[in-house]
């Protein structure tokens, strides 16, 4: 049993242009692989030093070897330890700083400010700084989504990758003129984060942000999270040496410089999705604008193995309840085990962990009554999830649960203008970080796809079958529209999340 999750998210800018060398994407393509550069950023004062083949051999951003592309790739996370750099240490221990907890009642409505911070001083007791960033990025991408799901039907499913899209946001902040940053820190919630302590600045978040691609990219750890950061740059704008730098020192990210009328750039690119996505997304840029100046694509993929497989002859087709009036006949796994789960009698919902190899989880949250979706979309939060995840009981379960796929592309713009992010996508932007030409950002896509069918061995789980009697058991059937996390438990880290109302439809 294996779950499978693709997004794609692609930002573009459009410019007036102007001459500039950079290097050149047949380079890049061919894999010739130039200098790397990145580690030299004395721009940002305080990049750490990494030996600089690093990320030449350990990421894929900056080769494109189509064939052999494999585990090997990624980052040896073991090796990184044991080579001494404590930057893979620091900061994932618990912060010797004293976040004042305050004695108020945090599950009061989050009225004022005080209490909006207060709460989020709570969350962030005795966390390492990673784990505080990814709250912050929780908070945002639960905005996110609910701003999301008030455009689409009732109907419709929905998926997300929000730590996707805050990586992506915190590389645009270095591109970012100062206006334009802050709006960007404020909007993510990176400001409230570097708020939180006097022992962090601006910077931190994009230490964090590398540092988090190295916890989760990593491989080893029985499951398989990638995610690809490309900059693609009009031949004739000139970016600025300080924003490659970091981009590639931060996110592993390096401008590239393409002629986007060239029908080869949109073949390239698009191979080079296929590749990473191991097939799943396809041809996701169906064509570009001849005039585009600069181009973010962002994607992460995820392959995880249940801890527990689901035996394949235990599926059967079921009803799932769309809505009062709607049923579906799909496939419906099940399984036997032990399986934490919670009761939240508050938001009238019971939620199950459902674990993959790797200290990483989808967390269902399945509403009792079937017009339960919208309180609970309401209400979903950090606080929420930790109660949540500090609430689980261990018990024998039986679960059953919808085979289901996902394929979901979205236009954000309209959503980050609605939470407030407006300056990156209007005339008067200020992209000074990244170029003095002026440009402004004109599309930003989100595709993801995910998809939770039988392969991988089914033989182990057959086992736990049937065993227990039947009086310590309790059901956990999903048989209607819930709610989902892909939640990393090391660095609290949600990413992905969406909801299934249909499983029968992409
Ligand atoms: C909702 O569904 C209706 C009917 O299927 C469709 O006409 C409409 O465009 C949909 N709205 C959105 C926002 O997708
Ligand atoms: C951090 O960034 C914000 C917004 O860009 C800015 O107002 C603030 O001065 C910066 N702080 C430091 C210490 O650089
Ligand atoms: C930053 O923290 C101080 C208290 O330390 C608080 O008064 C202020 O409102 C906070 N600012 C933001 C933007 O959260
Ligand atoms: C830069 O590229 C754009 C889009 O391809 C094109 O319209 C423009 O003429 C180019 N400018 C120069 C100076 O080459
Ligand atoms: C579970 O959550 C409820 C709040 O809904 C709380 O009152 C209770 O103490 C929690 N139980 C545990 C074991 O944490
Ligand atoms: C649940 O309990 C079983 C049996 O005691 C144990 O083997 C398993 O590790 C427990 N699982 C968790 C997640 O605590």
Redesign the pocket.
């Known amino acids: 049993m294996q779950l499978l999750v693709a997004v794609v998210s692609v930002a573009c800018l459009l410019v007036s ?1 102007a ?1 500039a060398a950079i290097k050149d994407l047949s380079s890049h393509f061919s894999h010739s692989n130039p200098e790397p550069r990145g580690f030299q950023a004395k721009a940002s004062g305080d990049v750490e030093d990494i030996p600089l083949d690093f990320h030449k051999e350990n990421t894929i951003t900056n080769d494109l070897v189509f064939d052999g592309f494999e585990d090997a790739d990624y980052i040896d996370f073991d090796k990184i330890l044991s080579a001494g750099s404590d930057d893979y240490i620091e900061g994932d221990e618990i912060d010797e700083i004293a976040t004042p907890a305050p004695d108020i009642d945090i599950f009061a409505e989050p009225s004022d400010p005080k209490i909006r911070r207060a709460r989020l001083l709570r969350l962030f007791h005795g966390r390492s700084r990673l784990q505080r960033l990814n709250i912050a990025n929780a908070l945002f991408g639960f905005n996110l989504y609910r701003s999301l799901r008030n455009d689409v039907n009732q109907s419709d499913n929905i998926l997300l990758a929000p730590a996707g899209i805050s990586i992506a946001m915190g590389m645009m902040s270095l591109g970012g003129g100062p206006g334009t940053q802050e709006q960007i820190y404020k909007v993510l919630g990176f400001a409230e984060f570097v708020n939180a302590s006097s022992h962090y600045d601006n910077s931190t978040v994009h230490k964090l942000f590398r540092k988090l691609t190295h916890r989760l990219f990593r491989r080893n750890y029985g499951y398989t999270l990638r995610s690809v950061n490309d900059v693609y740059v ?1 031949k ?1 704008v000139s970016v600025k040496d300080a924003f490659r730098a970091e981009t590639k020192a931060y996110y592993f990210a390096e401008p590239q410089s393409v002629d ?2 060239d029908p080869a750039f949109l073949n390239k690119a698009n191979r080079r999705i296929l590749k990473i996505t191991k097939g799943l997304i396809r041809e996701p840029l169906k064509s570009v604008d ?2 585009m100046v600069l181009m973010l694509l962002n994607y992460l993929y995820f392959k995880g193995t249940w801890e527990q497989k689901f035996p394949k002859e235990m599926t059967h087709y079921r009803n799932f309840r769309v809505n009062d009036k709607t049923n579906v006949r799909v496939p419906m796994m099940t399984n036997k085990g032990n399986y934490l789960a919670a009761a939240d009698h508050e938001l009238d919902c019971d939620i199950l962990q459902l674990p993959y190899s790797g200290h990483i989880s989808m967390l269902i949250a399945l509403p009792r009554k079937i017009t339960g979706m919208r309180n609970l979309e309401q209400e979903i939060s950090p606080t929420v999830v930790n109660k949540w995840l500090k609430n689980m009981t261990n018990r024998t379960r039986e679960v059953v649960l919808p085979r289901f796929k996902l394929e979901q592309n979205y236009d954000l713009i309209v959503n980050l203008k609605e939470m407030g992010l407006t300056d990156l996508f209007q005339d008067d932007a200020d992209f000074s970080g990244m170029t003095s030409d002026k440009v402004v950002l004109n599309w930003l896509k989100h595709q993801g796809t995910i998809t939770v069918n039988e392969e991988g061995t089914e033989a182990a789980a057959l086992t736990q079958v049937g065993f227990m009697p039947l009086s310590s058991q309790i059901r956990f059937v999903v048989d209607h529209p819930f709610l989902f996390l892909i939640y990393e438990h090391r660095t609290d880290c949600v990413v992905f999340m969406g909801r299934v109302v249909n499983p029968s439809q992409n």
């Open positions: 242009p001459l009009n004739n986007f009328g001849p005039n």
